[in-house]
């Protein structure tokens, strides 16, 4: 079992300081819940208060309507088709829309739906050319009922500035015709939205947050594994999945956490040379037996894999010598937030 821990106080203190900085933020809930899952970032996003969360996808609406009461925001474009064609007319969720052909089907079947219209951005996955932009602000004048809620920016992340970048989407929207609506934006630093605030001062900005909302205080999360069971091993003794031999005397142990979870195989601890190889043999053989380092960690201390992880469960070598926990400890588990799926969250 994988299980994580919320330091509550420290998790909602980060929460706060970033609201804090900027307080238009819409907080994002997508995929695995970065981590903690959707319908627990849902609640967060109740106690803090925000009038819209944003979710991935279509499907993920599910996991959060009845937690979080305010507006939805569907972060994937409408599609004439899959679970956004499905969607019957819902007050609280807003459309993404990035083509005309998109704009028209959707006022087909939903006239007085709530949209924001996304911009093509140097990322290049999706939304409107300034040239498409335009014809989009044309065709809304034929369609009253639609609610314009914003105009959506999706950037990339980290490098240079992209105030020159966005600065230029606002020029095509301004080119476009179009009132000014909120911006919703992602991955500008606070420097960046404040001199966008001084730039465009009749604009709304609102940033789309997940990682800095919900990981900002990595020191406020920690993963831990349930150790299921320990068998000693002497030298040679075969073990696990592919019959292999134990390196050395020691203890198969037995812990939660898997494929299943999003566990995966660290990189081998030895180097690839052959000189390295050698030194490793002379070590005692651990690296050239081709065991690779785990992500599990007893006593502060890494672990390797006595082979690869299983569905559920892991098997790591521990040597002789080295500390065995007991069955029902748990050990510390490092992981990819954004990857993992635990068993349990505990909010402590
Ligand atoms: C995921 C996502 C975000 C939030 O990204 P973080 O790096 O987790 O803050 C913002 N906007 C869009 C369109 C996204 O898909």
């Given at each position: 079992?994988?299980?994580?821990?919320?330091?509550?106080?420290?998790?909602?203190?980060?929460?706060?300081?970033?609201?804090?900085?900027?307080?238009t933020?819409?907080?994002?809930?997508?995929g695995?819940?970065?981590?903690?899952?959707?319908?627990?970032?849902?609640?967060?996003?109740?106690?803090?208060?925000?009038?819209?969360?944003?979710?991935?996808?279509?499907?993920?609406?599910?996991?959060?309507?009845?937690?979080?009461?305010?507006?939805?925001?569907?972060?994937?474009?409408?599609?004439?088709?899959?679970?956004?064609?499905v969607?019957?007319?819902?007050?609280?969720?807003?459309?993404?829309?990035?083509?005309?052909?998109?704009?028209?089907?959707?006022?087909?079947?939903?006239?007085?739906?709530?949209?924001?219209?996304?911009?093509?951005?140097?990322?290049?996955?999706?939304?409107?050319?300034?040239?498409?932009?335009?014809?989009?602000?044309?065709?809304?004048?034929?369609?009253?009922?639609?609610?314009?809620?914003?105009?959506?920016?999706?950037?990339?992340?980290?490098?240079?500035?992209?105030?020159?970048?966005?600065?230029?989407?606002?020029?095509?929207?301004?080119?476009?015709?179009?009132?000014?609506?909120?911006?919703?934006?992602?991955?500008?630093?606070?420097?960046?939205?404040?001199?966008?605030?001084?730039t465009?001062?009749?604009?709304?900005?609102?940033?789309?947050?997940?990682?800095?909302?919900?990981?900002?205080?990595?020191?406020?999360?920690?993963?831990?594994?349930?150790?299921?069971?320990?068998?000693?091993?002497?030298?040679?003794?075969?073990?696990?999945?592919?019959?292999?031999?134990?390196?050395?005397?020691?203890?198969?142990?037995?812990?939660?956490?898997g494929?299943?979870?999003?566990?995966?195989?660290?990189?081998p601890?030895g180097?690839?040379?052959?000189?390295?190889?050698?030194g490793?043999?002379?070590?005692?053989g651990?690296?050239a037996?081709?065991?690779?380092?785990?992500?599990?960690?007893?006593g502060?201390?890494?672990?390797?894999?006595?082979?690869?992880?299983?569905?559920?469960?892991?098997?790591?070598?521990?040597?002789?010598?080295?500390?065995?926990?007991?069955?029902?400890?748990?050990?510390?588990?490092?992981?990819?937030?954004?990857?993992?799926?635990?068993?349990?969250?505990?909010f402590?």
């Amino acid at each position: 079992m994988l299980t994580l821990h919320v330091d509550t106080a420290r998790f909602r203190a980060n929460q706060h300081l970033t609201l804090g900085k900027a307080p238009t933020l819409v907080p994002v809930a997508k995929g695995n819940g970065y981590g903690l899952g959707n319908a627990w970032l849902a609640e967060e996003a109740r106690l803090l208060g925000v009038d819209t969360l944003a979710v991935g996808t279509y499907d993920e609406l599910a996991e959060v309507r009845d937690v979080f009461t305010g507006s939805l925001l569907v972060l994937t474009p409408w599609r004439p088709f899959g679970s956004a064609a499905v969607q019957t007319h819902d007050d609280r969720v807003i459309h993404t829309i990035g083509r005309i052909s998109d704009l028209r089907d959707l006022a087909e079947r939903d006239p007085n739906a709530r949209i924001v219209l996304e911009q093509r951005t140097s990322m290049l996955r999706h939304g409107f050319t300034a040239q498409g932009l335009r014809e989009a602000a044309e065709l809304l004048d034929s369609l009253p009922g639609l609610q314009v809620e914003g105009v959506a920016l999706h950037l990339p992340m980290g490098g240079a500035s992209h105030l020159s970048e966005v600065q230029r989407l606002m020029n095509d929207q301004v080119a476009a015709g179009l009132p000014p609506h909120p911006v919703w934006v992602s991955h500008l630093s606070d420097h960046e939205l404040a001199e966008l605030a001084r730039t465009w001062p009749e604009y709304a900005f609102r940033p789309r947050t997940g990682t800095r909302l919900w990981l900002g205080d990595r020191g406020a999360l920690r993963v831990t594994a349930t150790v299921l069971d320990a068998h000693p091993v002497a030298r040679g003794d075969v073990f696990g999945y592919r019959g292999r031999t134990a390196p050395k005397d020691g203890t198969i142990l037995v812990v939660g956490g898997g494929t299943a979870h999003g566990i995966g195989l660290e990189a081998p601890t030895g180097a690839s040379t052959l000189k390295a190889k050698a030194g490793a043999l002379a070590r005692g053989g651990m690296d050239a037996a081709g065991f690779v380092r785990s992500p599990y960690s007893i006593g502060g201390k890494q672990r390797l894999f006595a082979e690869p992880p299983h569905m559920q469960a892991s098997m790591l070598f521990v040597p002789n010598g080295s500390a065995v926990p007991e069955i029902g400890d748990e050990i510390d588990v490092r992981v990819r937030f954004t990857t993992t799926t635990v068993d349990r969250v505990v909010f402590s």
